[in-house]
């Protein structure tokens, strides 16, 4: 767990779900989470001049790598 962002379920769809990227002390939406068909992968949607450090990064990298391996075991 982080101690800045975390995570929350905003939209659960069929096979798919989307996630706000929010930051603990001010509650503000820093992204979403969410699908991209385009690439076939969930994806980060950084909401504009938003900044974030090495391990903030690593963080959204775990948790979409985690959401990609949930994604493979159902399909």
């Given at each position: 767990?982080?101690?800045?962002?975390?995570?929350?379920?905003?939209?659960?769809?069929t096979?798919?779900?989307?996630?706000?990227?929010e930051?603990?002390?001010?509650?503000?939406?820093?992204?979403?989470?969410?699908?991209?068909?385009?690439?076939?992968?969930?994806?980060?949607?950084?909401?504009?001049?938003?900044?974030?450090?090495?391990?903030?990064?690593?963080?959204?990298?775990?948790?979409?790598?985690?959401?990609?391996?949930?994604?493979?075991?159902?399909?």
């Amino acid at each position: 767990m982080s101690e800045y962002i975390e995570f929350k379920l905003i939209d659960k769809k069929t096979k798919t779900s989307v996630y706000s990227v929010e930051n603990i002390k001010s509650e503000m939406s820093l992204g979403t989470i969410q699908w991209y068909g385009a690439w076939r992968q969930y994806c980060f949607f950084p909401i504009p001049h938003t900044i974030f450090n090495i391990g903030c990064m690593e963080y959204i990298i775990k948790f979409i790598q985690k959401l990609m391996e949930e994604k493979k075991k159902k399909y």
